[in-house]
Nanobody, 126 residues
């Protein structure tokens, strides 16, 4: 059984930083992606950042240059370092995993991720 557990959310002021963590169990994939997806109140879920099993990192334009995705050496832990946070980054952040995503499909598309954690709230105040 795949289990993804996020931690590290909280409340910060604009310009601040947070690091999210995701502990994965029951999930091993020689290929595929693990990523972070967020959902703000009243908005659709959007992919923020993802990393392939080979280490390829993909970021949404809104966070590129500010957020950094990484994995622990055992690849069972996923991180999201968030710097220069803005009020628009306020959302529930979910850790998600996808054993495979078709080549022609966006790797940030939330519907491609079958496994999700419960989420951790990030609130950025101005």
């Amino acid at each position: 059984q795949v289990q993804l557990v996020e931690s590290g959310g909280g409340s910060v002021q604009s310009g601040g930083s947070l690091t999210l963590s995701c502990a994965a169990s029951g999930y091993t994939a020689s290929s595929g992606y693990m990523g972070w997806i967020r959902q703000a109140p009243g908005k659709q879920r959007e992919g923020v950042a993802t990393i392939s099993s080979g280490g390829l990192k993909i970021y949404a334009g809104a966070v590129k240059g500010r957020f950094t995705i990484s994995q622990g050496n055992d690849k069972n832990t996923l991180y999201l370092q968030m710097n220069s946070l803005k009020p628009d980054d306020t959302a529930m952040y979910y850790c998600a995993a996808a054993p495979q995503i078709p080549f022609s499909v966006s790797k940030l598309l939330p519907s491609q991720y079958p496994y999700w954690g419960q989420g951790t709230q990030v609130t950025v105040s101005s």
